[in-house]
């Protein structure tokens, strides 16, 4: 782990500082999107057990308003309720379908979509109103639809359960995915926070050493100059100026080392004469 975060801390010192304020928000908001999509697809998979339900729901609100039909001999009423029930399937089956996989549709199709069509176009003349229940081609066709729609319920009993359970290991992989991005969502947020603070603190740490040497008058303290962003830059002027500087004190002290010389040889020269004068006198 260290010497993860010691690799990644020489990485980033290769990236200016605007380019790692910029580059953390949009690691976090694709982290963030992905986790999204992933719960997204989770639900969507979820949901598409929930239409099976109202298939079901629906299919026998269509089979009660058949009977109610054949009862009533087609009154209005007990065609609303065949109606709904169509109307209500049609409804969650076109919701359904884009919801599936390529294999889950092609079952779908076969053994639901197909089906259902062929109650309906048996279910038409139920829907005109005036049945005649003595009729053997009504009362045939009648038979038709309660054997297809049973057969039509225990296919999407059988169907539903098979999607469900693809759809379960679908599910428990984005679960798991979106687990594994949230770990590793949390611990980069810790990394990156950590290389972030690094990378800030320890050239401001530096500069604050290089000052202190300055006020204790070594000027041979120096910047890295190495990094490639700000901190890089401003390491380069710094030690443009401390060597000038160093330049400047090694002049004065040049010149006042050869001032104090001269200053020397002129006391020594006024002494001399000093001595000679008093000698003559």
Same mark, same amino acid.
Request: glycine content about 6%; hydrophobic content about 45%; cysteine-free.
């Given at each position: 782990?260290g010497?993860t975060?010691?690799t990644?801390y020489?990485?980033m010192s ?7 304020l910029?580059? $953390?928000p949009i690691v976090m908001?694709l982290?963030?999107t #992905?986790i999204?999509?992933?719960?997204f ?17 629906f299919?026998q609100m269509?089979l009660?308003? +058949?009977?109610? @039909?054949? @009862? #009533?001999?087609?009154t209005p009423?007990s ?7 169509i109307?209500g399937f049609?409804k969650?089956?076109a ?5 599936l996989?390529k294999? &889950?549709r ?9 089906p259902w069509n062929a109650i ?5 003349p139920?829907?005109?109103?005036d049945? &005649?229940?003595?009729n053997d081609?009504?009362?045939?066709a009648?038979?038709?639809i ?7 319920a225990?296919?999407?009993e ?7 359970q693809?759809a379960?290991?679908?599910?428990? @992989?984005?679960r798991r995915?979106m687990?594994i991005?949230?770990i590793?969502l949390? !611990?980069g947020?810790?990394v990156l ?5 690094g990378?800030?603190?320890h050239?401001?740490n530096?500069?604050k050493?290089m000052?202190? $040497?300055?006020?204790s008058g070594?000027?041979?303290?120096m910047l890295?100059?190495?990094r490639?962003?700000e901190?890089g830059?401003l390491? +380069?002027?710094?030690n443009?100026?401390a060597?000038?500087?160093q330049?400047m004190s $090694?002049n004065i002290t040049s010149?006042?080392e050869? @001032?104090? !010389?001269?200053s020397?040889?002129?006391? !020594?020269?006024?002494?001399g004469?000093y001595?000679n004068?008093?000698?003559?006198v």
């Amino acid at each position: 782990m260290g010497k993860t975060i010691t690799t990644m801390y020489k990485l980033m010192s290769f990236i200016s500082i605007r380019q790692k304020l910029i580059f $953390a928000p949009i690691v976090m908001v694709l982290f963030f999107t #992905t986790i999204g999509v992933l719960a997204f697809l989770s639900s969507r998979a979820s949901e598409s057990m929930e239409q099976f339900d109202h298939e079901q729901v629906f299919l026998q609100m269509m089979l009660r308003g +058949v009977n109610e @039909i054949i @009862i #009533t001999e087609g009154t209005p009423q007990s065609i609303e309720i065949a109606k709904k029930g169509i109307d209500g399937f049609n409804k969650y089956h076109a919701m359904l379908l884009p919801m599936l996989s390529k294999t &889950d549709r092609a079952l779908v199709d076969k053994e639901i979509t197909d089906p259902w069509n062929a109650i309906i176009k048996d279910i038409e003349p139920f829907l005109q109103g005036d049945v &005649d229940t003595e009729n053997d081609e009504i009362l045939m066709a009648y038979g038709k639809i309660i054997t297809r729609s049973d057969k039509l319920a225990e296919e999407l009993e059988i169907v539903s359960r098979d999607v469900e359970q693809r759809a379960d290991g679908v599910i428990s @992989i984005y679960r798991r995915a979106m687990s594994i991005l949230v770990i590793l969502l949390v !611990g980069g947020s810790v990394v990156l926070s950590i290389i972030l603070y690094g990378t800030i603190m320890h050239p401001i740490n530096e500069m604050k050493t290089m000052a202190s $040497a300055f006020s204790s008058g070594r000027m041979s303290v120096m910047l890295d100059e190495t990094r490639k962003d700000e901190f890089g830059e401003l390491a +380069v002027h710094f030690n443009q100026a401390a060597k000038a500087l160093q330049g400047m004190s $090694a002049n004065i002290t040049s010149i006042t080392e050869e @001032i104090a !010389g001269q200053s020397s040889s002129l006391g !020594g020269t006024a002494d001399g004469r000093y001595s000679n004068a008093q000698l003559q006198v």
